[in-house]
């Protein structure tokens, strides 16, 4: 099931990180989840020691709270993307994202740098939207929208969509569809250099970006008008 999953969203995955999982016993993956909740709570190892007994309602209260102070789930939950946009944009705000210096950290690779711009190492924060081809990217996508100011950095991107997403406006929507199909774009982008061997400029990335948000969009009334206003091409 989780090779299943992880083909049908990655597609062209490292072969050796599928390998890792094939070899994986049910129980290591089982283990390795369990572990992966546990740091989402906020629990440490030594607390769990400490327990007199383990509690599943502790657990859950916990976690609970954790993904309720997450400021991006209105984000996610309000987003008119499509669903292919908003699943790689939960990896990125979870920082779930197989990138390369995740993938070097756990022995899986010795490429670390960016392929976007091929000078820094890649990391969400490097690739969202510290990068120079990402950025570049995401500042033309700002600027279409009207919106005349430099990207910022990833929690400070988050944070600023989050704020959007409290709105429901034209702009709001707008924005919110905007930062999800960049982030997918510039993840796909990535994956086509590492795994293709192949790049695309900055700009018909741009125009597909802008291209995909409007063909999403104009079907609906609201935001048909301020999308006619914005330059298709700019
Ligand atoms: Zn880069």
């Known amino acids: 099931m989780a090779l299943q999953w992880i083909h049908a969203y990655y597609g062209k995955a490292h072969p050796i990180w599928l390998n890792v999982l094939k070899q994986a016993s049910l129980v290591v993956r089982k283990n390795m989840k369990a572990k992966e909740y546990i740091e989402t709570a906020g629990v440490s190892m030594d607390e769990i020691v400490n327990w007199e007994k383990f509690s599943i309602k502790t657990m859950y209260l916990r976690l609970k709270s954790t993904?309720?102070?997450?400021?991006?789930?209105?984000?996610?939950?309000?987003?008119?993307?499509?669903?292919?946009?908003?699943?790689?944009?939960?990896?990125?705000?979870?920082?779930?994202?197989?990138?390369?210096?995740?993938?070097?950290?756990?022995?899986?690779t010795d490429e670390t740098v960016c392929p976007l711009c091929t000078v820094e190492n890649e990391s969400?924060?490097?690739?969202?939207?510290?990068?120079?081809?990402?950025?570049?990217?995401?500042?033309?996508?700002?600027?279409?929208?009207?919106l005349n100011r430099p990207a910022l950095g990833w929690q400070e991107e988050l944070k600023t969509a989050s704020d959007y997403a409290k709105g429901n406006s034209a702009d709001?929507?707008?924005?919110?569809?905007?930062?999800?199909?960049?982030?997918?774009?510039?993840?796909?982008?990535?994956?086509?250099?590492?795994?293709?061997?192949?790049?695309?400029?900055?700009?018909?990335?741009?125009?597909?970006?802008?291209q995909e948000v409007v063909g999403k969009g104009a079907i609906q009334k609201k935001l048909s008008r301020k999308l006619s206003e914005l330059n298709f091409y700019p």
């Open 67 to 108: 993904f309720q102070k997450m400021p991006w789930k209105k984000l996610i939950c309000n987003n008119g993307g499509l669903p292919k946009w908003t699943f790689i944009l939960i990896l990125a705000a979870q920082r779930s994202l197989l990138t390369r210096d995740r993938l070097a950290k756990w022995g899986i």
């Open 124 to 146: 969400i924060e490097h690739l969202f939207f510290s990068c120079s081809f990402s950025t570049s990217v995401w500042s033309n996508i700002l600027s279409w929208q009207g």
């Open 172 to 210: 709001a929507v707008i924005y919110k569809m905007s930062i999800a199909a960049c982030v997918h774009q510039i993840w796909q982008e990535r994956n086509l250099r590492i795994f293709q061997h192949q790049s695309r400029p900055a700009t018909p990335i741009i125009r597909m970006i802008i």
